[in-house]
C-alpha cells in the first residue's frame, strides 16, 4: 500500500537557519504530493502542493520538488523564523481514491 | 474564505459513554473523510464519503465507531461506547477536484479524551 516517511524530529535551529525536512513516499501510480503545517491545537493547513514529476510547489518562502526518480518530496526554507515552529506532514493523495497518506510529522522549533 | 466546521472542538467523556462529532465540510464538496490523529503521530483515514454513499471504510472500528452523512452535506461520526485508546484528535475534511488531484481542507478538529 501506499506510504510516507519522514525524517525523525524534533528539529531545532536559530532563527534565519536554512531547513531541509526529508520526505520519501511509496505509491502506485502517479501520487499528488502535499506539505501540510499544524500548528498547537489547531487542524492541518494545506502549505504547499505538487501534483506531478518535477513539479515545484512554493507557498510562504517554502519549497518542496516532486522527485520521481527518488520518490522523493523534500521541504526546504531558507531562513526560518521563530513562527515557523509547528509540526510539518508530508502526505500523498492517490488520484484514483482521493485519500491522503500521511508520514508521522516532523516537529520544528526555531529559536531567536 | 469557507472553512470546513467541527463541533465540539474538545470533548471529555468517561469510557464506555457514547460520543459524537459533527462537521460541516466546505459547500460543493462532494467528498468528505473523518481521520484519527494519535499524538505524535500522521492522521489516518478512517471513512471517506463520496455525497452521502461511503467509499472506504476498511479502518473504521465499526464494532464501535459509526459515521453517516445522510443527506450528502454535513457528516457525524459516533463512538459507542469510548474506550481509553480512543483518546485523540478527530479531524474532519473535504476536498474537490483540481485537475488530476484532490486538494483537501481540514477543520479544526475535535480532541477527545477519555477517562
Known amino acids: 500500500g501506499d506510504s510516507v516517511t519522514q525524517m525523525e524530529g524534533p528539529v531545532t535551529l536559530s532563527e534565519e537557519a536554512f531547513l531541509t525536512i526529508n520526505c520519501t513516499y511509496t505509491?502506485?501510480?502517479?501520487?499528488?504530493l502535499f506539505w501540510y503545517v499544524q500548528y498547537p491545537g489547531e487542524g492541518l493547513q494545506l502549505l504547499l502542493k505538487?501534483?506531478?514529476?518535477?513539479d515545484k510547489g512554493s507557498n510562504k518562502g517554502f519549497e518542496a520538488t516532486y522527485r520521481k526518480e527518488t520518490t522523493s518530496f523534500h521541504l526546504e526554507k531558507g531562513s526560518v523564523q521563530v513562527s515557523d515552529s509547528a509540526v510539518y506532514f508530508c502526505?500523498?493523495?492517490?488520484?484514483?481514491?482521493?485519500?491522503?497518506?500521511f508520514g508521522d510529522g516532523t516537529t520544528l522549533t526555531v529559536k531567536p | 474564505e469557507a472553512e470546513v466546521a467541527q463541533s465540539p472542538r474538545y470533548k471529555i467523556t468517561e469510557k464506555s459513554q457514547a460520543v459524537a462529532f459533527w462537521c460541516d465540510p466546505i459547500?460543493?464538496?462532494?467528498?468528505l473523510y473523518w481521520y484519527r490523529q494519535i499524538l505524535g503521530q500522521g492522521p489516518e483515514l478512517l471513512v471517506q464519503?463520496?455525497?452521502?454513499?461511503?467509499?472506504?471504510d476498511s479502518q473504521l472500528p465499526k464494532d464501535r465507531f459509526s459515521a453517516e452523512r445522510l443527506k450528502g452535506v454535513d457528516s457525524t461520526l459516533k463512538i459507542q461506547p469510548a474506550e481509553l485508546g480512543d483518546s485523540a484528535m478527530y479531524l474532519c475534511?473535504?476536498?474537490?477536484?483540481?485537475?488530476?488531484?484532490?486538494?483537501?481542507?481540514f477543520g479544526p478538529g475535535t480532541r477527545l479524551t477519555v477517562t
Open positions: 459547500s460543493g464538496h462532494a467528498t
Open positions: 464519503f463520496q455525497d452521502e454513499s461511503v467509499v472506504d
Open positions: 505538487a501534483t506531478k514529476a518535477d
Open positions: 475534511a473535504s476536498s474537490v477536484r483540481r485537475g488530476s488531484s484532490y486538494e483537501q481542507y
Open positions: 505509491a502506485t501510480g502517479y501520487p499528488s
Open positions: 502526505a500523498l493523495v492517490n488520484t484514483n481514491a482521493g485519500k491522503s497518506t
